[in-house]
């Protein structure tokens, strides 16, 4: 088994801040999401990494960075905190090959901007 | 785009009593995938498919490729079954596009 960690669990932002969030990874997973959890709506793509150093724009990039370091790490960017923005962020992986490749998802980061 | 429409959006169920929530999808999907958000917020895995029918306790699911729909079953729901309920669809390539979830709550 395996385990997807994302810090930090809670973030709290001014706005305009620029703020990251990190997920690792050790399913030796090669592709990797960040997501957008708004609440009442589904999860929307924000940014997803086929492979270390790749990256791949989601429906929801503008507005973000991501930053794929290593295989086991995928890192996302707030460029510029939005007032009052509420959220969680969700970091998925899945590997790669076959039709049979479910994710897997970290427990959330949750943003809060005042 | 591709889209997933999840049916119903809420739903009240009394404990031991069943129902099912629907996933339409408006593109042909290769795999869909279902999901119970926890009382923390994590989203827990609940079935993975391909194609056919799983099976786990009290929860089944379907998936139809060619008709574009899935279907999750929850039969003589618990207290603790209640919480949101996601299906995601998983394109050709490397997206997945999810529902917009189903809060379940059940009631003694």
């Known amino acids: 088994g395996g385990i997807i960690t994302q810090t930090p669990k809670f973030l709290i932002g001014q706005e305009g801040q620029k703020l990251t969030l990190k997920c690792q990874q050790n399913?030796?997973?090669?592709?990797m999401y960040w997501y957008r959890q708004d609440s009442g709506k589904g999860l929307r793509l924000i940014y997803y990494?086929?492979?270390?150093?790749?990256?791949q724009k989601g429906d929801l990039s503008e507005g973000y960075d991501a930053s794929r370091e290593k295989k086991s790490s995928f890192s996302l960017t707030v460029t510029s905190a939005q007032k009052n923005e509420m959220a969680v962020f969700l970091c998925?992986?899945?590997?790669?090959?076959?039709?049979?490749?479910?994710?897997?998802f970290g427990p959330g980061t949750r943003l809060t901007v005042l | 785009g591709d889209q997933v429409e999840q049916s119903p959006s809420a739903l009240s169920l009394h404990e031991g009593t069943g129902s099912a929530l629907r996933c339409n999808f408006t593109t042909t999907m290769r795999a869909v995938q279902w999901f119970r958000k926890n009382s923390r917020g994590s989203l827990i895995n609940l079935f993975y498919l391909a194609s056919g029918t799983k099976e786990n306790g009290r929860l089944k699911s379907a998936f139809d490729s060619k008709e574009r729909y899935s279907t999750l079953h929850i039969r003589d729901a618990q207290l603790e079954d209640s919480g949101t309920y996601f299906c995601?669809?998983?394109?050709?390539?490397?997206?997945?596009?999810f529902g917009s979830g189903t809060r379940l709550l059940v009631s003694p």
């Open positions: 399913f030796n997973h090669d592709t």
């Open positions: 998925a992986s899945r590997s790669v090959g076959g039709l049979d490749a479910e994710q897997f």
């Open positions: 990494s086929i492979t270390e150093n790749d990256l």
């Open positions: 995601a669809g998983r394109t050709g390539g490397y997206k997945v596009v």
